[in-house]
């Protein structure tokens, strides 16, 4: 369960009948997706929601550069994120462009379809796990406001999952041995993992499911 989803969940993701799975969108497509399909056969309606995803396609891109953008800057260590500052800052401070719904609406969405997602898994007799970690500036400003481990618990025991995989414990433990610990557990300039990252998370993962 990826820090990025509470905030998808909230403010992009949306289902419209005529499309066979929820696209991306913000509220300005959404009213501009419903005037096209009020007005429009269903015939094109394939050809204009490729056009709107090739359009966010790009957004997409131009979200993560602004992250990467973020961690470049000079006046602290770590970067703040807009999609995970919602952890360490109150929300009168959080964008209200980025943020168009509150938190709440992305906390509810999350947890029904992660427990969807538990009823599938258990259709098939699969055990269903979530795995969470932490964001470079989760690290470094903390969950001050925000409990991404307790919510991912209230999410777990909502969803009946087999267990929560945390790698918080693993990640504080390197940051406060390593001087370093950025660079070890992230790509630079980035949130994703780094070789040495990926690695402790596949350890972990192993550890606790076999």
């Known amino acids: 369960m990826d820090i990025t989803d509470l905030h998808d969940e909230s403010n992009r993701w949306m289902i419209i ?6 696209i991306v969108v913000n509220q300005q497509v959404h009213r ?8 429009i056969e269903k015939l094109y309606f394939t050809k204009n929601l490729i056009t709107f995803a090739r359009y966010y396609s790009r957004k997409i891109k131009y ?3 602004e992250i990467i953008d973020n961690f470049l ?5 770590i970067g703040s994120t807009q999609y995970g500052n919602f952890i360490y800052l109150p ?3 959080l964008d209200k462009n980025f943020w168009i719904n509150n938190l709440d609406v992305g906390k509810n969405n999350l947890m029904e379809n992660t427990k969807k997602i538990s009823q599938l898994a258990e259709n098939i ?3 269903f796990y979530i795995i969470i970690y932490p964001w470079p500036d989760t690290l470094y400003f903390g969950e001050k406001v925000f409990s991404w481990q307790n919510f991912a618990k209230e999410t777990c025991d909502y969803s009946k999952c087999k267990k929560i995989i945390s790698l918080f414990k693993e990640f504080n433990e390197i940051k406060y041995k390593n001087s370093k610990w ?3 557990l992230y790509l630079k300039n980035d949130v994703h993992f780094s070789k040495e990252g990926a690695a402790i998370v596949a350890k972990k993962i192993i550890s606790e499911v076999f």
Do not use: C, G
Request: glycine share 0%; proline share 3%; no cysteine.
């Open 91 to 93: 929300n009168k401070d």
């Open 63 to 65: 979200n993560f550069s």
């Open 17 to 22: 009948d005529q499309a066979l799975m929820p």
């Open 182 to 184: 950025q660079e070890h």
């Open 125 to 127: 007799k699969a055990n």
């Open 32 to 39: 501009e997706l419903e005037n096209q399909i009020n007005n």
């Open 73 to 77: 800057s000079k006046k602290k260590e």
